[in-house]
Protein backbone atom coordinates (compact mmCIF):
# COMPACT_ATOMS: atom_id res chain seq x y z
CA UNK A 1 0.00 0.00 0.00
CA UNK A 2 2.94 2.45 0.34
CA UNK A 3 2.80 4.44 -3.17
CA UNK A 4 6.04 4.34 -4.97
CA UNK A 5 8.26 7.70 -5.62
CA UNK A 6 7.14 6.96 -9.75
CA UNK A 7 3.45 6.74 -8.46
CA UNK A 8 3.87 10.22 -6.42
CA UNK A 9 5.74 11.45 -9.42
CA UNK A 10 3.10 10.79 -12.31
CA UNK A 11 -0.15 11.59 -9.72
CA UNK A 12 1.77 14.92 -9.80
CA UNK A 13 2.18 15.49 -12.90
CA UNK A 14 -1.33 13.94 -14.13
CA UNK A 15 -2.61 16.50 -11.74
CA UNK A 16 -0.60 19.16 -12.63
CA UNK A 17 -1.75 18.80 -16.17
CA UNK A 18 -5.22 19.14 -16.07
CA UNK A 19 -5.62 23.20 -14.74
CA UNK A 20 -4.68 25.48 -17.75
CA UNK A 21 -2.72 28.46 -16.72
CA UNK A 22 -4.67 31.39 -16.89
CA UNK A 23 -3.40 34.14 -19.41
CA UNK A 24 -4.02 37.24 -17.70
CA UNK A 25 -2.05 37.34 -14.25
CA UNK A 26 1.04 39.55 -16.00
CA UNK A 27 -2.11 42.04 -16.76
CA UNK A 28 -3.25 41.85 -13.25
CA UNK A 29 0.38 41.95 -11.53
CA UNK A 30 1.17 44.83 -13.90
CA UNK A 31 -1.63 46.93 -12.96
CA UNK A 32 -0.93 46.24 -9.47
CA UNK A 33 2.33 47.46 -10.25
CA UNK A 34 0.74 50.86 -11.58
CA UNK A 35 -1.61 51.21 -8.30
CA UNK A 36 1.80 50.87 -6.53
CA UNK A 37 3.98 53.49 -9.03
CA UNK A 38 0.69 55.85 -8.77
CA UNK A 39 0.93 55.50 -4.72
CA UNK A 40 4.35 56.33 -4.47
CA UNK A 41 3.38 59.36 -6.89
CA UNK A 42 0.59 60.41 -4.69
CA UNK A 43 3.00 60.22 -1.71
CA UNK A 44 5.55 62.08 -3.05
CA UNK A 45 3.50 64.94 -4.49
CA UNK A 46 2.17 65.36 -0.48
CA UNK A 47 5.54 65.68 0.92
CA UNK A 48 6.42 68.44 -2.63
CA UNK A 49 3.27 70.10 -1.00
CA UNK A 50 3.89 69.98 2.61
CA UNK A 51 7.13 71.11 1.91
CA UNK A 52 5.46 74.31 1.11
CA UNK A 53 3.11 74.52 4.30
CA UNK A 54 5.10 72.93 6.35
CA UNK A 55 6.99 76.00 7.11
CA UNK A 56 4.57 78.30 7.85
CA UNK A 57 2.73 75.98 10.05
CA UNK A 58 5.94 75.51 11.93
CA UNK A 59 5.81 79.25 12.02
CA UNK A 60 2.70 79.56 12.99
CA UNK A 61 3.13 77.21 16.07
CA UNK A 62 6.25 78.99 17.34
CA UNK A 63 4.12 82.24 16.90
CA UNK A 64 1.57 80.54 19.63
CA UNK A 65 4.08 79.51 21.76
CA UNK A 66 5.49 83.26 21.62
CA UNK A 67 2.55 84.80 22.58
CA UNK A 68 1.16 82.41 25.43
CA UNK A 69 4.35 81.36 27.11
CA UNK A 70 6.81 84.11 26.22
CA UNK A 71 4.76 86.76 26.29
CA UNK A 72 3.63 86.87 29.77
CA UNK A 73 7.13 86.28 31.23
CA UNK A 74 8.62 89.48 29.81
CA UNK A 75 9.78 92.51 32.33
CA UNK A 76 6.66 95.47 32.69
CA UNK A 77 6.64 97.60 29.84
CA UNK A 78 6.59 100.79 31.42
CA UNK A 79 9.48 99.51 33.16
CA UNK A 80 11.31 98.17 29.60
CA UNK A 81 15.20 100.74 29.06
CA UNK A 82 14.43 103.75 27.20
CA UNK A 83 10.64 104.08 27.98
CA UNK A 84 10.01 107.14 29.51
CA UNK A 85 6.29 107.02 30.25
CA UNK A 86 5.45 109.28 27.29
CA UNK A 87 4.78 107.21 24.64
CA UNK A 88 1.26 106.48 23.72
CA UNK A 89 0.65 103.16 25.31
CA UNK A 90 1.76 104.63 28.26
CA UNK A 91 -0.01 107.34 28.56
CA UNK A 92 -3.06 105.44 26.86
CA UNK A 93 -3.00 102.63 30.36
CA UNK A 94 -5.40 103.29 32.25
CA UNK A 95 -3.65 102.26 35.57
CA UNK A 96 -0.43 104.44 34.91
CA UNK A 97 1.26 105.07 38.18
CA UNK A 98 -0.16 102.68 40.01
CA UNK A 99 0.53 99.31 38.78
CA UNK A 100 2.60 97.71 36.19
CA UNK A 101 0.92 95.86 33.48
CA UNK A 102 2.64 93.89 30.59
CA UNK A 103 3.21 95.05 27.48
CA UNK A 104 -0.23 93.59 25.12
CA UNK A 105 -2.87 94.33 27.96
CA UNK A 106 -6.02 94.09 26.37
CA UNK A 107 -8.72 95.53 28.52
CA UNK A 108 -9.24 95.66 32.60
CA UNK A 109 -11.43 97.49 34.76
CA UNK A 110 -9.81 100.16 36.62
CA UNK A 111 -9.60 99.21 40.41
CA UNK A 112 -8.54 102.49 41.78
CA UNK A 113 -11.81 104.11 40.15
CA UNK A 114 -13.48 106.17 42.57
CA UNK A 115 -17.06 104.19 43.03
CA UNK A 116 -20.18 105.79 42.56
CA UNK A 117 -21.87 106.53 45.79
CA UNK A 118 -25.36 107.83 44.97
CA UNK A 119 -27.17 105.28 43.35
CA UNK A 120 -30.80 103.69 43.18
CA UNK A 121 -30.82 100.12 44.11
CA UNK A 122 -30.85 98.94 40.79
CA UNK A 123 -27.90 100.47 39.79
CA UNK A 124 -25.99 99.77 43.27
CA UNK A 125 -26.56 95.82 42.28
CA UNK A 126 -25.02 96.35 38.91
CA UNK A 127 -22.16 98.19 40.54
CA UNK A 128 -21.65 95.59 43.04
CA UNK A 129 -21.68 92.52 40.45
CA UNK A 130 -18.95 90.54 40.38
CA UNK A 131 -16.43 92.06 37.69
CA UNK A 132 -16.13 89.47 34.94
CA UNK A 133 -13.23 87.65 34.16
CA UNK A 134 -11.39 89.72 31.47
CA UNK A 135 -8.45 88.99 29.27
CA UNK A 136 -5.50 90.16 31.22
CA UNK A 137 -1.77 89.30 32.03
CA UNK A 138 -0.90 88.73 35.67
CA UNK A 139 0.86 91.42 37.37
CA UNK A 140 3.83 91.33 38.95
CA UNK A 141 3.80 92.48 42.70
CA UNK A 142 6.47 95.91 42.89
CA UNK B 1 48.97 33.74 1.56
CA UNK B 2 45.33 33.24 2.02
CA UNK B 3 43.06 34.20 -0.94
CA UNK B 4 40.28 36.28 -0.34
CA UNK B 5 37.26 34.30 -0.73
CA UNK B 6 34.50 36.02 -3.33
CA UNK B 7 30.80 36.45 -2.21
CA UNK B 8 29.15 33.29 -4.04
CA UNK B 9 26.37 34.09 -6.28
CA UNK B 10 23.61 31.83 -7.46
CA UNK B 11 21.78 31.98 -11.08
CA UNK B 12 22.65 32.19 -14.64
CA UNK B 13 23.78 35.38 -15.71
CA UNK B 14 21.08 35.72 -17.95
CA UNK B 15 19.10 35.65 -15.11
CA UNK B 16 21.24 37.79 -12.67
CA UNK B 17 21.46 40.68 -15.25
CA UNK B 18 17.48 40.18 -15.79
CA UNK B 19 17.57 40.75 -11.96
CA UNK B 20 19.71 43.42 -12.04
CA UNK B 21 17.19 45.71 -14.21
CA UNK B 22 14.46 44.76 -12.04
CA UNK B 23 16.57 46.25 -9.30
CA UNK B 24 17.04 49.14 -11.76
CA UNK B 25 13.34 49.16 -12.14
CA UNK B 26 12.78 47.93 -15.91
CA UNK B 27 8.94 46.87 -16.08
CA UNK B 28 10.13 44.51 -18.94
CA UNK B 29 12.73 42.44 -16.84
CA UNK B 30 10.12 42.07 -14.29
CA UNK B 31 8.14 40.59 -16.99
CA UNK B 32 10.19 38.47 -18.41
CA UNK B 33 10.99 36.97 -15.32
CA UNK B 34 7.42 36.31 -14.85
CA UNK B 35 7.48 34.53 -17.91
CA UNK B 36 10.14 32.09 -16.93
CA UNK B 37 8.80 30.85 -13.83
CA UNK B 38 4.95 31.79 -14.54
CA UNK B 39 4.55 27.62 -15.47
CA UNK B 40 6.21 25.73 -12.56
CA UNK B 41 5.16 28.60 -9.55
CA UNK B 42 1.50 28.06 -11.03
CA UNK B 43 1.57 24.28 -11.04
CA UNK B 44 3.19 24.14 -7.86
CA UNK B 45 0.82 26.64 -6.16
CA UNK B 46 -1.78 24.66 -8.14
CA UNK B 47 -0.70 21.46 -6.39
CA UNK B 48 0.03 22.36 -3.25
CA UNK B 49 -3.53 24.68 -2.36
CA UNK B 50 -5.47 22.47 -4.90
CA UNK B 51 -7.59 25.10 -6.63
CA UNK B 52 -7.17 27.23 -9.67
CA UNK B 53 -8.52 30.21 -8.94
CA UNK B 54 -6.40 30.29 -5.40
CA UNK B 55 -3.51 29.06 -6.92
CA UNK B 56 -3.51 32.61 -9.54
CA UNK B 57 -3.94 34.44 -6.32
CA UNK B 58 -0.64 32.67 -5.18
CA UNK B 59 1.46 33.52 -8.08
CA UNK B 60 -0.04 37.12 -8.62
CA UNK B 61 0.88 37.29 -4.29
CA UNK B 62 3.90 36.20 -4.47
CA UNK B 63 5.23 37.83 -7.63
CA UNK B 64 4.08 40.98 -6.24
CA UNK B 65 6.26 40.73 -3.01
CA UNK B 66 8.87 39.65 -5.14
CA UNK B 67 8.66 42.82 -7.09
CA UNK B 68 8.07 44.90 -4.71
CA UNK B 69 10.91 43.95 -2.30
CA UNK B 70 13.77 42.60 -5.26
CA UNK B 71 16.08 45.56 -4.46
CA UNK B 72 16.96 43.74 -1.18
CA UNK B 73 17.90 40.86 -2.71
CA UNK B 74 21.56 40.36 -2.43
CA UNK B 75 22.36 37.24 -4.60
CA UNK B 76 23.25 34.87 -1.75
CA UNK B 77 20.98 32.31 -2.28
CA UNK B 78 19.14 31.09 -5.53
CA UNK B 79 16.66 33.39 -6.84
CA UNK B 80 14.03 30.61 -7.44
CA UNK B 81 14.55 28.99 -4.33
CA UNK B 82 13.47 32.99 -2.61
CA UNK B 83 10.33 32.90 -5.11
CA UNK B 84 9.70 29.99 -4.49
CA UNK B 85 9.61 30.35 -0.70
CA UNK B 86 7.53 33.42 -0.89
CA UNK B 87 4.90 31.05 -2.89
CA UNK B 88 5.13 28.49 -0.53
CA UNK B 89 4.43 31.13 2.20
CA UNK B 90 1.68 32.69 0.53
CA UNK B 91 0.14 29.80 0.05
CA UNK B 92 0.29 28.61 3.48
CA UNK B 93 -1.32 32.03 4.49
CA UNK B 94 -3.98 31.60 2.02
CA UNK B 95 -5.09 28.63 2.90
CA UNK B 96 -5.45 29.93 6.33
CA UNK B 97 -7.58 32.70 5.75
CA UNK B 98 -9.82 30.24 3.77
CA UNK B 99 -9.72 27.88 6.32
CA UNK B 100 -10.67 30.90 9.03
CA UNK B 101 -12.94 32.08 6.45
CA UNK B 102 -14.94 28.57 6.28
CA UNK B 103 -15.24 28.55 10.18
CA UNK B 104 -16.28 31.62 10.66
CA UNK B 105 -19.09 31.29 7.55
CA UNK B 106 -19.89 27.93 6.92
CA UNK B 107 -21.20 27.56 3.33
CA UNK B 108 -23.67 25.35 2.03
CA UNK B 109 -22.61 21.88 0.95
CA UNK B 110 -23.22 22.45 -2.69
CA UNK B 111 -21.72 25.81 -2.96
CA UNK B 112 -18.84 23.98 -0.69
CA UNK B 113 -18.07 21.09 -3.16
CA UNK B 114 -17.74 23.30 -5.85
CA UNK B 115 -15.24 25.74 -4.12
CA UNK B 116 -13.51 24.03 -1.66
CA UNK B 117 -11.24 21.83 -4.41
CA UNK B 118 -9.59 18.63 -3.90
CA UNK B 119 -8.50 19.57 -0.43
CA UNK B 120 -11.74 19.24 1.20
CA UNK B 121 -12.78 16.78 -1.47
CA UNK B 122 -15.04 13.86 -0.32
CA UNK B 123 -14.13 10.66 -1.34
CA UNK B 124 -15.95 10.08 -4.75
CA UNK B 125 -16.27 6.19 -5.97
CA UNK B 126 -17.56 6.56 -9.26
CA UNK B 127 -13.83 8.45 -9.85
CA UNK B 128 -12.49 5.30 -7.99
CA UNK B 129 -14.23 3.29 -10.83
CA UNK B 130 -13.00 4.88 -13.30
CA UNK B 131 -9.57 5.23 -12.51
CA UNK B 132 -6.91 2.70 -11.03
CA UNK B 133 -7.71 2.80 -7.48
CA UNK B 134 -4.78 3.09 -5.62
CA UNK B 135 -3.91 6.23 -7.97
CA UNK B 136 -7.12 7.97 -6.81
CA UNK B 137 -6.97 7.05 -3.28
CA UNK B 138 -3.20 8.56 -3.66
CA UNK B 139 -4.46 12.07 -5.37
CA UNK B 140 -7.35 12.00 -2.40
CA UNK B 141 -4.32 11.41 0.70
CA UNK B 142 -2.27 14.22 -1.11
CA UNK B 143 -4.69 16.67 -0.66
CA UNK B 144 -5.06 15.31 3.36
CA UNK B 145 -1.75 16.27 4.06
CA UNK B 146 -0.87 19.30 5.68
CA UNK B 147 0.47 22.49 3.23
CA UNK B 148 3.95 22.44 4.95
CA UNK B 149 3.75 18.38 4.03
CA UNK B 150 2.04 18.73 0.31
CA UNK B 151 4.80 21.22 -0.31
CA UNK B 152 7.82 19.14 0.60
CA UNK B 153 6.29 16.19 -1.73
CA UNK B 154 5.18 18.24 -4.57
CA UNK B 155 8.84 19.95 -4.57
CA UNK B 156 10.24 16.94 -4.38
CA UNK B 157 8.31 14.68 -6.91
CA UNK B 158 6.75 16.96 -9.25
CA UNK B 159 9.95 19.60 -9.31
CA UNK B 160 12.58 16.93 -8.55
CA UNK B 161 14.19 19.44 -6.28
CA UNK B 162 17.30 18.75 -3.96
CA UNK B 163 16.59 17.85 -0.23
CA UNK B 164 18.92 21.10 -0.20
CA UNK B 165 17.51 23.49 -2.51
CA UNK B 166 14.05 22.18 -0.58
CA UNK B 167 15.35 23.23 2.49
CA UNK B 168 16.04 26.71 1.21
CA UNK B 169 12.46 27.05 0.04
CA UNK B 170 11.49 25.62 3.33
CA UNK B 171 13.87 27.40 5.68
CA UNK B 172 15.23 24.48 7.31
CA UNK B 173 18.41 21.87 7.12
CA UNK B 174 18.43 19.24 4.30
CA UNK B 175 18.33 16.83 7.06
CA UNK B 176 14.89 17.89 8.48
CA UNK B 177 13.61 17.46 4.91
CA UNK B 178 14.56 14.07 4.91
CA UNK B 179 12.32 13.44 7.92
CA UNK B 180 9.47 15.23 6.51
CA UNK B 181 9.65 13.11 3.41
CA UNK B 182 9.51 10.50 5.34
CA UNK B 183 7.08 11.18 7.58
CA UNK B 184 4.70 12.37 4.37
CA UNK B 185 4.87 9.06 3.16
CA UNK B 186 4.25 7.48 6.19
CA UNK B 187 1.31 10.35 6.24
CA UNK B 188 0.12 8.87 2.72
CA UNK B 189 0.54 5.42 3.31
CA UNK B 190 -1.59 5.67 6.91
CA UNK B 191 -4.44 7.65 4.99
CA UNK B 192 -4.56 5.52 2.01
CA UNK B 193 -4.64 2.38 4.00
CA UNK B 194 -7.67 4.02 6.33
CA UNK B 195 -9.59 4.57 3.05
CA UNK B 196 -9.31 1.13 1.34
CA UNK B 197 -10.30 -0.50 4.74
CA UNK B 198 -6.42 -2.09 5.78
CA UNK B 199 -6.38 -1.68 9.78
CA UNK B 200 -2.92 -3.48 9.74
CA UNK B 201 -1.47 -1.32 7.77
CA UNK B 202 -2.94 1.43 9.49
CA UNK B 203 -1.35 0.15 12.47
CA UNK B 204 2.06 -0.45 10.91
CA UNK B 205 2.11 3.28 9.71
CA UNK B 206 1.21 4.53 13.42
CA UNK B 207 3.57 2.84 14.60
CA UNK B 208 6.07 4.33 11.96
CA UNK B 209 4.88 7.83 12.64
CA UNK B 210 5.09 7.39 16.79
CA UNK B 211 9.21 7.18 16.06
CA UNK B 212 9.88 9.83 13.72
CA UNK B 213 7.62 12.54 14.93
CA UNK B 214 9.02 15.24 12.98
Redesign the interface.
Known amino acids: ?3 S ?1 R ?7 R ?2 AK ?1 P ?2 DD ?2 K ?3 S ?2 DQ ?1 AARRERRWQWLVRGAQWRPAMVLAVAAGFFWFALIPNLPPMDNMPGNTGTTPTSQASPNRGSQQTYGPRITRPAEDEPQPTTQTASATATATAPVKPYLHFPTVPQ | MVAELEPVTYGHDEEILLIQRCQAGD ?1 LA ?2 EI ?2 MY ?2 DV ?2 FS ?2 VVRD ?1 SL ?2 DV ?2 EA ?2 KV ?2 SIEKFQFRSSFKSWLYRVAVNEAITILRRRKVKEDLEPMPDVSRERTAG ?1 AQRDWQPEEAAMESE ?2 AV ?2 W ?2 GQLDPVHRSV ?2 LK ?2 HEFSDTEIGAVIGCPPGTVKSRLHRA ?1 EL ?2 NT ?2 RK ?1 G ?1 PD ?1 VALSYARLSNNPV
Open positions: MRPDTIRDELREAVIPMWNISRLD | RFEFSRDFRYLGAQVQFLFRYERLRAIVVYFRLRMAMRL
